[in-house]
C-alpha cells in the first residue's frame, strides 16, 4: 500500500545544523505522517529543485535572501519558515528585545519585561562613565550582533567599572540580575510551547562580587560559566541546589509570553531564555532570543516538529498559510 503523501518540506541549514537537527528518528516520524523532509542541494539553485511545499531554512546572506525571492515568485503558495526580514530582527540584541516591551499580557498576578542594558558603538563611549553610569555591576556583555557565529556567543561576566577597557565594541551590556541560578528555556515551534529549566550562573552577592579573583570573566554559553574557577563551588552553591525543586512558571503566563512574541515577531521557530528575579518572586526577565535553537536538545523535539510540520501543511492546504497562533501548552521539567 503506498504511503499518503501529506508535502514535501526542503530543508537549507549549515553542516553542523543539520547534523544535529535532521536525524534519523525525525525523518522516519515525519514520514510517518506524509511529511518527506529533502535535503535542498546548495550547488543548485533553490528555484531549480523540488518543488518544495515548505521551505525550512537557517541560512544567511544576500544571495540566499535573492534565492527564496526567486523560489517565492515560481512557487507562491510554498511557505517559507520564516522570512529572512523577520530573523534579522534576532540579529541585533537591542532590536532584538525590544519587542518584549510591545507585549500585553492582562489579568496575570506575573509581570515581566527585560534586564536594564545600554549598547555601546565605540571605545570612546565605552570608557566614558556617563555611557553607563545608570547600571548597576556586575553586568553581562554581549556583542551587539547575534547572528549564530562563535564570535556572537562571546560574552563576559564584568564585575567592576575598571574592566570595561577589556572589551571591544560595539556591545551590549546587561545589567546581571540574581535570579537562583535557573534560566527557564521556551522553545516555540509554531503553535506548540515547550519550557525547561536549566543551571544557570550562581548568584552573585557582593562579597563574592568583590572577592573574585578575575574582573572579568569570559565564557560562550551560560551553562559553562558555571562551572568556572573563579566562580567557584566552594559554598557548595550547586550541591545544595537542586532544580527538580524550582518552581517552574505559570503554564498559561509562558503560554502568553510566547504567543506574543510569536506575533510580534513574525516568527514560528524560536526560543526565549527567562530569568526569575530573586528580589521579587513573581517577575520575570526575558534576556535573550534566538531563531531556529537547538531544538535536538529538546527531549521527545521529533514528535513536536512532526506535529507543527502537520500543521502547516493542513494549513497550507486549507487556508493558503502558515498555522494561527493558538498555543499549545506542553511543558517538560528537565
Not at 546572506?61 to 527564496?68: N, P
Not at 500585553?104 to 545600554?118: H, S, V
Not at 560559566?225 to 563551588?233: E, F
Not at 509562558?254 to 518572586?281: E, M, S, T
Amino acid at each position: 500500500m503506498e504511503e499518503k503523501r501529506f508535502g514535501v518540506i526542503g530543508y537549507a541549514l549549515a553542516p553542523k545544523k543539520q547534523n544535529s537537527f535532521i536525524r534519523d528518528s525525525l525523518v522516519s516520524l515525519a514520514k510517518s505522517r506524509g511529511i518527506e523532509l529533502v535535503r535542498v542541494n546548495s550547488e543548485k539553485a533553490l528555484a531549480d529543485q523540488g518543488p518544495f511545499d515548505c521551505v525550512l531554512h537557517k541560512l544567511y546572506g544576500d544571495d540566499w535572501k535573492r534565492q527564496l525571492r526567486e523560489f517565492q515568485a515560481r512557487y507562491p503558495n510554498a511557505v517559507i519558515l520564516d522570512a529572512p526580514e523577520a530573523i534579522e530582527r534576532l540579529h541585533n540584541r537591542i532590536s532584538m528585545l525590544q519587542v518584549v516591551s510591545e507585549l500585553k499580557i492582562e489579568d496575570r498576578t506575573e509581570t515581566f519585561g527585560i534586564p536594564k542594558q545600554i549598547v555601546i558603538y565605540d571605545k570612546e563611549t565605552l570608557l566614558d562613565p556617563q555611557a553607563w553610569e545608570s547600571l548597576k555591576f556586575p553586568v553581562i556583555a554581549k556583542p551587539l550582533v547575534a547572528d549564530g557565529s562563535a564570535k556572537s556567543h562571546k560574552m563576559a561576566l564584568v564585575f567592576t567599572r575598571d574592566a570595561l577597557n577589556k572589551l571591544k565594541p560595539p556591545i551590549v551590556l546587561q545589567e546581571f540580575v540574581n535570579h537562583g541560578g535557573v534560566i527557564f528555556k521556551v522553545y516555540v515551534v509554531g503553535e506548540h510551547v515547550r519550557c525547561v529549566k536549566r543551571k544557570s550562573l550562581p548568584d552573585v552577592s557582593k562579597e563574592k562580587a568583590l572577592g573574585v579573583s578575575e574582573d572579568l570573566l569570559s565564557f560562550s554559553q551560560v551553562s559553562n560559566l558555571a562551572n568556572h574557577d573563579a566562580l567557584s563551588d566552594s559554598d557548595g552553591y550547586y550541591q545544595l541546589m537542586h532544580l527538580d525543586d524550582t518552581e517552574m512558571p505559570p503554564n498559561a503566563f509562558v503560554v502568553d509570553i510566547a504567543r506574543g512574541l510569536r506575533q510580534a515577531l513574525k516568527l514560528n521557530l524560536f526560543n526565549f531564555d527567562v530569568i526569575r528575579d530573586a528580589r521579587y518572586g513573581n517577575r520575570y526577565l526575558i534576556i535573550d532570543i534566538n531563531y531556529f535553537p537547538g531544538y535536538a536538545k529538546m527531549p521527545g523535539y521529533e514528535a513536536v516538529l512532526t506535529e507543527f510540520f502537520c500543521d502547516v501543511m493542513f494549513q497550507k492546504q486549507h487556508e493558503g498559510d502558515v498555522p494561527a497562533p493558538k498555543e499549545k501548552e506542553e511543558y517538560l521539567q528537565v
